[in-house]
């Protein structure tokens, strides 16, 4: 029998879901394009926030690697295919936030952001997987699917706002998922600093010019955010590498 928490995530889904296309049309706004570092080194164009991407690229490398060691290939086959397509997420992200960067408009925003739903929702499917004791991949096909129909949905109506409830619900249902459903794996704590990385993105790229002035124009809000962003993967990777069966469920 499912637990009533299990119930409540459920009615959450479908809100999200009947915002998502219920609710006005909202347009990206140009205003996002203008970055507040804006220089050129190398031959390279806005460089702090193109080269910043190789840590989304060193970390996704690495979680390709950590995918295949025992602590991970023993968990049930729809968290593993989940995290694996996470962690290939992110490898298309640095390329694909790198391109846009390199000279920002609607059209290269397409390819960051496409890459950017394949990293969270697998991450909301692979917490979903675990904590659910989901073995079948059908959540992460259709949650992954749904990610990207947002994206392309942006690309031909010009309306943002379901790419945005998608995005801000999948955060909102993975901190609940942390809440209110148990895991079997532990070393869970490394999610605190994964999620404290997150926030720190969040914040900087929100105020991007304002920590382009504070650091006497050294490093922008948006590179940093793309630092922060890239860490909260490491700590998830140590989760990953750490982890094992607790001994209440191995009994």
């Known amino acids: 029998m499912r ?8 009615a959450i889904v479908v809100l999200l879901a009947i915002a998502a296309v219920a609710l006005p049309p909202y347009a990206q706004p140009q205003g996002y394009h203008q970055f507040a570092d804006r220089r ?11 080269a910043s991407n190789a840590f989304f690229l060193l970390f996704a490398v690495i979680g390709l690697w950590t995918v295949q060691l025992p602590a991970v290939r023993a968990m049930n086959t729809a968290a593993r295919h989940a995290y694996a397509l996470m962690f290939f997420g992110l490898l298309l992200t640095a390329f694909g936030s790198s391109y846009y960067h390199w000279s920002p408009s ?3 925003l397409v390819w960051d952001r496409l890459p950017m739903t394949i990293v969270f929702m ?9 904590r659910l004791r989901w073995r079948s991949d059908m959540a992460l096909i259709v949650l992954t699917l749904w990610g990207v129909g947002t994206v392309v949905y942006w690309k031909f109506s010009g309306n943002l706002l379901p790419y945005l409830i998608t995005q801000g619900g999948s955060i909102l249902l993975l901190l609940l998922s942390l809440m209110l459903l148990p895991t079997p794996w532990s070393e869970r ?3 605190v600093p994964a999620l404290a990385c997150y926030a720190l993105a969040f914040a900087c790229e929100q105020l991007d010019p304002v920590v382009f002035r504070a650091t006497g124009e ?14 909260t993967f490491f700590f998830i990777i140590r989760m990953l590498q750490r982890q094992h069966l607790t001994m209440e469920t191995q009994q």
């Open 122 to 130: 697998p991450l909301l499917a692979a917490t979903f997987a675990e």
């Open 106 to 108: 609607d059209e290269r």
């Open 40 to 50: 050129s080194w190398l031959g390279i164009p806005n460089t702090g926030d193109v």
């Open 3 to 10: 637990s009533p928490r299990v119930y409540v995530l459920a």
């Open 189 to 191: 704590r490394w999610l």
């Open 218 to 231: 050294l490093v922008s809000g948006h590179t940093i955010k793309h630092v922060a962003a890239a860490f």
